[in-house]
T-cell receptor, first 111, second 114 residues
Framework: AQRVTQPEKLLSVFKGAPVELKCNYS??????LFWYVQYSRQRLQLLLR??SRESIKGFTADLNKGETSFHLKKPFAQEEDSAMYYC?????????????FGEGTQLTVNP | ETGVTQSPTHLIKTRGQQVTLRCSSQ?????VSWYQQALGQGPQFIFQ???????GRGNFPPRFSGLQFPNYSSELNVNALELDDSALYLC?????????????FGPGTRLTVL
């Protein structure tokens, strides 16, 4: 069974401080890992995916298969980063399989 | 490019009733997935439709059913509503066959069961 765990429901940091949102997963195979973000009064949207290895809005995430983690990091948080963040896992990429989400972390960046 | 749309926005039903939620997928997409998001929880996969057939199902009872139409729009039907069915229902569309499974979400339908 596939499972995603986000240990922190709430995370509060000050503007300019580093931020790390934790995500651990369990999956027997090669998963696709994603971070989705939901800003206030907006729909859920993809932030980044591990296969692209890109930085979006200053955020990066590295897949650590040994620790089964996919933590989201940003060196200098901005107030506009305040949002709900969901880590998600998907099975085989070409089969149109389901996304399994964690419970989410509400990030608040204080001025 | 038209994004994913869902209707209605809000809905109030009573226990035992039936409800139908609708979703129009993003232009060019051929796969629709439905998720249930209870308050304070992450979205939970209900099922997925591809080529008008169910293509994977989560841990939901048979009273949750769906349809996909030739234009790739979709419906989620829930029979014999229970209080615990109160949630935000999200529809997501994607293009099967791409190198990654990016799903685009609609704004959701908020269902309240009294």
């Amino acid at each position: 069974a596939q499972r995603v765990t986000q240990p922190e429901k709430l995370l509060s940091v000050f503007k300019g401080a580093p931020v790390e949102l934790k995500c651990n997963y369990s999956y027997s195979g090669s998963p696709e890992l994603f971070w989705y973000v939901q800003y206030s009064r907006q729909r859920l949207q993809l932030l980044l995916r591990h296969i692209s290895r890109e930085s979006i809005k200053g955020f990066t995430a590295d897949l650590n298969k040994g620790e089964t983690s996919f933590h989201l990091k940003k060196p200098f948080a901005q107030e506009e980063d305040s949002a709900m963040y969901y880590c998600a896992l998907s099975g085989p990429t070409t089969s149109g399989s389901r996304l399994t989400f964690g419970e989410g972390t509400q990030l608040t960046v204080n001025p | 490019e038209t994004g994913v749309t869902q209707s209605p926005t809000h809905l109030i039903k009573t226990r035992g009733q039936q409800v139908t939620l609708r979703c129009s997928s993003q232009s060019g997409h051929n796969t629709v997935s439905w998720y249930q998001q209870a308050l304070g929880q992450g979205p939970q996969f209900i099922f997925q439709y591809y080529r008008e057939e169910e293509n994977g199902r989560g841990n939901f009872p048979p009273r949750f059913s769906g349809l996909q139409f030739p234009n790739y729009s979709s419906e989620l039907n829930v029979n014999a509503l229970e209080l615990d069915d109160s949630a935000l229902y999200l529809c997501a569309s994607s293009l099967r066959g791409r190198s990654y499974n990016e799903q685009f979400f609609g704004p959701g339908t908020r269902l309240t069961v009294l």
